[in-house]
């Protein structure tokens, strides 16, 4: 299970430098605080490690589930490029039985 959080970790860094570049965040598995909880649709136990920034506040999370699925996001409110009015609020990753996808999660700007 740490092999498929560091290949996690590596996919959204990769994600953040793309969109935030040399501002991009330390995107780091042992930075994570992990947890065991439990998946709400099958009852089965998975783990949910968390991310927060200097004050505390939570700025990221993955989420290893036991059928094999996964998920993840970090924060990182960044001008979309190309795009004026969007920002990416965080980059995403998710999959299933070692298939990764990610993409950025966009916000309009008001």
Same mark, same amino acid.
């Given at each position: ?29 042992? !930075?994570? +605080?992990?947890?065991?909880?439990? $998946?709400?649709?099958?009852?089965? =136990? #998975? ?6 920034? *200097? ?11 036991? !059928?094999? +699925?996964?998920?993840?996001?970090? $924060?990182?409110?960044?001008?979309? =490029? #190309? ?6 609020? *965080? ?20």
């Amino acid at each position: 299970m740490v092999d498929l959080g560091i290949k996690l970790c590596l996919v959204l860094s990769q994600e953040a430098r793309l969109y935030a570049h040399d501002k991009a965040p330390a995107i780091r598995l042992e !930075d994570a +605080s992990f947890t065991r909880v439990i $998946d709400r649709t099958n009852g089965l =136990p #998975g783990y949910e490690g968390v991310w927060r920034d *200097a004050r505390a506040q939570k700025c990221g999370s993955l989420t290893l589930n036991s !059928d094999g +699925s996964y998920y993840g996001e970090f $924060d990182l409110l960044v001008p979309q =490029p #190309g795009k004026p009015r969007w920002f990416i609020e *965080a980059v995403t990753v998710w999959g299933r039985d070692g298939v990764v996808r990610a993409e950025p999660r966009l916000l309009a700007a008001v």
